[in-house]
Every structure is written in structure tokens, then in C-alpha cells.
């Protein structure tokens, strides 16, 4: 694992990830099980790697700031819009009580699925879906977590968190986007923009 501690001091740490559960958890997964075996030398870089379908997992520090950003203290319910490979579900599945996870892309929802519960993950649950419409069923949730880029914030989602919940996301069009904080309260809605970022847009409709 020295591929993954050297990923967690020196793009993690270094750059200001402080939430120590994060760090740990982060370090104890494998990386390399998430991406398809032609990029697995290249899983702890620091970059955005293809998974397939036109998608990508997100680079480490990408992942360890949108987690960090929820504040997780285990207890949690959590959405994800995006399953992707089902590296920032694995995370979550380990710093929070259940996850529910959504991937618009079957192909990839197929396998990141068999691969959750080949690692022994029984608090996560997929389902091939529309992320626009969230989980309403399993709604409302603690926190949410959205890994590819709408154009603007869905409302469903906003409906599906919790009073005092937060969302995570990035918000915007090709380049100029935004990851952006969002905390319910009450009928209001608190956003603050933590960076910049570029995630593939976020694709509506079931396929």
C-alpha cells in the first residue's frame, strides 16, 4: 500500500485535506481495483483517470475534498449521483452508516455493483437510474454527493436533504465549473463555492 500512503501525504495532506477519517480511509483502499487494468500503474496519480462509457474517476484530491466537505461522522444516510466505477461510493460506504447510489450508465452500474459486494460492502445500495430525480423512496437523506456536472442544481435533490443536510457538487458547463457547498435550512439554501473543478456532465434521462 505505499502507493496509497505516498497518494494520502503528498496530494492529500500536503494540500489541506484534514479530516483524519478521510485520510485513513483513503489509504486503506485500494485504488487500483477501480480502474480498468490498463490504467491500474497509473491508479494513485494525481489526475482523473477513464473508466469507460465516456466517464472518469475523479483524482484523489478531487474525491478526499468533496468527502471532507460533508462532514461525515458515521451515522450518516447518504446519496451519490454518479456510481462511476464505485471508488467514492467504497469511501463513503466506510466513513458513513448507509449509501445509496445511483448510475444513469448500466454497463457501469453492472459491474461497480458486483464489485461493492465482492469487497464485502453490505451498507451500499445501486440501482440504474436517473441521478436528477435522486432516491425518493430512501429520501430524505443526511447528505448528498453528485460526481458529474448539471447545469444547475437539481431541486429534486435539494427536496430529498435533510433540514441541515449537505450537498456537494460541481455546477457548470465544460471548463467553468464550480464545486459548490450546499447546507439546507429550513426552506433556505446556503452556497458557498469551495473551487474550481471539471467533471463530465451530468446526463439526464435513463439510457
Not at 11 to 18: E, F, S, T, V
Not at 42 to 49: G, V
Not at 95 to 124: D, H, M
Not at 161 to 179: F, I, N, S, T
Request: with cysteine; hydrophobic share 40%.
Amino acid at each position: 500500500m505505499e502507493n496509497a500512503k505516498n497518494m494520502v501525504e503528498f496530494q492529500l495532506r500536503a494540500r489541506g485535506i484534514k479530516d483524519q477519517r478521510v485520510l485513513r480511509v483513503m489509504e486503506e483502499i485500494p485504488r487500483e481495483l477501480f480502474v480498468p487494468k490498463v490504467y491500474r500503474s497509473r491508479a494513485y496519480e494525481d489526475s482523473a483517470l477513464p473508466i469507460g462509457e465516456g466517464q472518469t474517476i475523479s483524482q484523489p484530491y478531487v474525491v478526499a475534498l468533496m468527502t471532507q466537505c460533508l462532514r461525515l461522522q458515521g451515522t450518516e444516510r447518504i446519496l451519490e449521483i454518479g456510481t462511476g466505477s464505485g471508488y467514492q461510493a467504497a469511501i463513503l460506504g466506510k466513513l458513513a452508516k448507509e449509501v445509496f447510489t445511483i448510475e444513469i450508465l448500466e454497463p457501469l452500474a453492472r459491474e461497480a455493483s458486483a464489485l461493492l459486494l465482492k469487497l464485502g460492502y453490505t451498507n451500499i445500495h445501486t440501482k440504474v437510474g436517473d441521478g436528477y430525480k435522486g432516491w425518493e423512496e430512501h429520501a430524505p437523506f443526511d447528505a448528498i454527493i453528485v460526481t458529474a456536472a448539471p447545469l444547475e442544481i437539481p431541486q429534486k435533490l435539494v427536496e430529498q436533504l435533510k433540514d441541515g443536510g449537505r450537498m456537494v457538487l460541481p455546477l457548470g458547463d465544460g471548463w467553468a465549473q464550480d464545486l459548490i457547498l450546499l447546507t439546507k435550512q429550513g426552506k433556505e439554501t446556503k452556497k458557498e463555492v469551495i473551487t474550481n473543478v471539471r467533471f463530465v456532465p451530468m446526463i439526464k434521462g435513463v439510457k
